[in-house]
C-alpha cells in the first residue's frame, strides 16, 4: 500500500482527560504506517467541523457518550466513524486500542466493515418556535420536578394514537433500542431494521405497551399536562424544556452515520457478550 492510498484519519477526543490522552497518543504512535496523516479536532470545544475537512475516517476515542456526541457533529459528512472505547460498556465504541491495533489492515485498509446507522430528526415546536435536533439514540419526554404524571396525546404515522398518562415516553431509533428504550422494557431493534420503537415510561395504562413503527411518517407528541421540570432530552446530552401545548415529532432523519464494525463481532454476539443477553441463569 502506498502513501496515497493510506486514509486520512480525524482524531476526535477529550484531551483534558489523561486516560483518554494517552490512548489517543498511543493510536498515533502504533498506528502511523496505516495512515498517511492524523488530523487533530480544529474545534476542540464541540463546536462545529468546518466544511471540506480533508479526511477519510474518523477515530473517536471515549465511552459511547462520545461516539453519540461525535457523531452529530458528523452528520452529512460521510466520513466513516472508528469508537475506540474508554469507558465501561463500549457498545459502540467496538474496539479497544489493542484491536484496533491488531485489526488495523482490515480497518484502515480499502474496505473496512460498516454498518449505517439511523439517525432521528427531532422536531420541537413551540410558542411559534421550531427547533430541529440530530439524535442518534433516542429522545425521551421525561415528567421532571415536581414529578406528577403528565399527559400527552400521540400521532402515529400521521394517525391518531393513544393518550398517554404517566413518567414519559421513549422514542428510540434501532441503535438506541439497546439503550434507555430496553431499561423500560421496549424490544431490541435490529440494526438494519428501519424502524422506531415507541415506549412509555410507568404508564398508568397498563395496556399501554412499547410498539416498533414506521420510521418514515414517525410519531407526534403534543404535551397537554406537564410539570415545572417536564424536559425532552435527546441522546441523554442535549435538554430542552417542555410545556403545555408543545409538539415534538420524531421520524428518521435523512442522514446516516457510517459506523465501521470490529471484524468478527456481529451485533448479536455484541449482545451476548457484553449486554449479557439471554444469559441462562447460574446453576450449583
Known sequence: MTARDKP????????SRDDICGVMDAIQKDLRAHVSAFLN?????????????????????????????????????????????CGRLGFLAAFDHDALRDQADVVFGGE????????LQVVH????????????NDAVITAGPPYRMIEAVLRIGGVHG???????????????????????????????????????????????RPIVMDAV???????????EGTTLVVD???QSPLREGDRVQVLRHD??????????????????????????????
Open 8 to 15: 486520512r484519519v480525524l482524531l476526535l477526543g477529550d484531551r
Open 41 to 85: 479536532d480544529p474545534c476542540p470545544d464541540g463546536g462545529q467541523l468546518p466544511e471540506g475537512l480533508a479526511a477519510d475516517l474518523a477515530v473517536v476515542v471515549g465511552g459511547d457518550g462520545a461516539v453519540i456526541g461525535q457523531s452529530r457533529r458528523l452528520v452529512g459528512r460521510d466520513l466513516p466513524l472508528i469508537g475506540v472505547n
Open 112 to 119: 473496512p466493515p460498516i454498518r449505517q446507522h439511523m439517525l
Open 125 to 136: 415546536e413551540s410558542s411559534g418556535s421550531v427547533v430541529r435536533t440530530v439524535s442518534v
Open 162 to 208: 393513544p393518550h398517554l398518562r404517566g413518567d414519559g415516553l421513549i422514542v428510540a431509533s434501532p441503535t438506541g433500542s439497546t439503550a434507555h428504550n430496553l431499561s423500560a422494557g421496549g424490544p431490541i431493534i435490529g440494526p438494519g431494521v428501519d424502524a422506531l420503537v415507541v415506549s412509555p415510561i410507568a404508564p398508568q395504562s397498563l395496556a399501554f
Open 217 to 227: 411518517r414517525g410519531v407526534e407528541i403534543e404535551v397537554r399536562r406537564c410539570n
Open 236 to 238: 441523554g446530552q442535549q
Open 255 to 284: 442522514q446516516t452515520i457510517p459506523m465501521v464494525t470490529r471484524p468478527g463481532e456481529p451485533f448479536w454476539r455484541i449482545l451476548l457478550e457484553r449486554m449479557r443477553w439471554a444469559a441462562p441463569p447460574v446453576f450449583r
